[in-house]
C-alpha cells in the first residue's frame, strides 16, 4: 500500500509538472527607466507578466521557469535579456510577429505593434510548443 500511495504520489507530480503552463510577458508605453506598472499574475493557463506605462519599475518576473520532458528550465535575467534583444533586433528589421527557438530548449512567439508600442511574446519549452501547436 504505501507503494502505491509513492508511486501515486510520484505519477502526480509529474503530471502537474507537464501541465505547467507557457509564461507570456507583455510589455506597453515603456519609459525611460522602467514601467509604472509591473503585475505577474500565475493561472492554471497561464503565467502572465504584465508591465506598463512609463514609470520607474523594471519588468522582471519572479523566476521564469518553463517546463520540458527533461525536467524544468529555469531561465535567468541575462536569458530573458538575450531573448528581448533577439526579439529587438527581428523587429528593428521590420519583422513585428514571428518565432524563434533559444538554446534549442526555448520556442519564442512574439508579436509587436509598433502603432501602440506593444510588445507581447510567450515563452513555451520545446515540448509545450508542440503541445500547443505552434510551428517552429
Known sequence: ?????TLTTFS???LVSLAEPPVK???SDRGLFGYKTVTQTNSPDLIML???DPGLIACRAQGITV????GEISLTETNIESIERMIDDLVLSGKNSGTIVYDDKVVITFLFNEDAD???YTLYSVPQARRYGVNF
Not at 1 to 5: E, G
Not at 67 to 70: A, E, I, K, L, T
Request: net charge positive; glycine share 4%; with cysteine.
Open 1 to 5: 500500500m504505501k507503494k502505491l500511495l
Open 12 to 14: 502526480l507530480l509529474v
Open 25 to 27: 510577458k507583455w510589455k
Open 50 to 52: 504584465s508591465c506598463r
Open 67 to 70: 517546463v520540458g520532458d527533461d
Open 118 to 120: 506593444d510588445l507581447e
